[in-house]
């Protein structure tokens, strides 16, 4: 993508600031007037956002359940913004 002056692509708003500030030659566009950084999507002012999913089929198991809670529990914030996303409001 970077070395194709006319691509659009779509990644997190996190990685592409991330790569931007390290010299890789993207560049962040805004949408709706919004510009896209990590504090506009954390407060919901970037329109343009997607949700993690986990994904499971049938009923959960209790080893399941219980990595599902450790998964939104602010235990893994650190670790989902070192990843470069938003992590769930508390």
Same mark, same amino acid.
């Given at each position: 993508?970077?070395? %194709?002056? +006319? ?7 996190? $990685? ?8 890789? #030659? @993207?560049?962040?566009?805004?949408? %709706?007037?919004?510009?896209? *950084?990590?504090? %506009?999507?954390?407060?919901? !002012?970037? #329109? @343009?956002?997607? $949700?993690? +999913?986990?994904? $499971?089929?049938?009923?959960? !198991? #209790? +080893? ?11 235990? $893994? +914030? !650190?670790?989902? *913004? ?9």
């Amino acid at each position: 993508m970077a070395g %194709n002056p +006319h691509a659009v692509g779509f990644v997190s708003v996190g $990685t592409a600031a991330y790569e931007a500030a390290r010299g890789t #030659p @993207i560049k962040l566009l805004a949408a %709706n007037g919004k510009v896209a *950084t990590m504090e %506009n999507v954390r407060r919901g !002012d970037f #329109p @343009i956002v997607r $949700t993690l +999913h986990l994904v $499971t089929e049938g009923k959960l !198991d #209790p +080893h399941t359940e219980a990595f599902i809670a450790f998964c939104q529990s602010a235990e $893994t +914030h !650190d670790l989902v *913004t070192e990843q470069f996303f938003v992590p769930l409001a508390p």
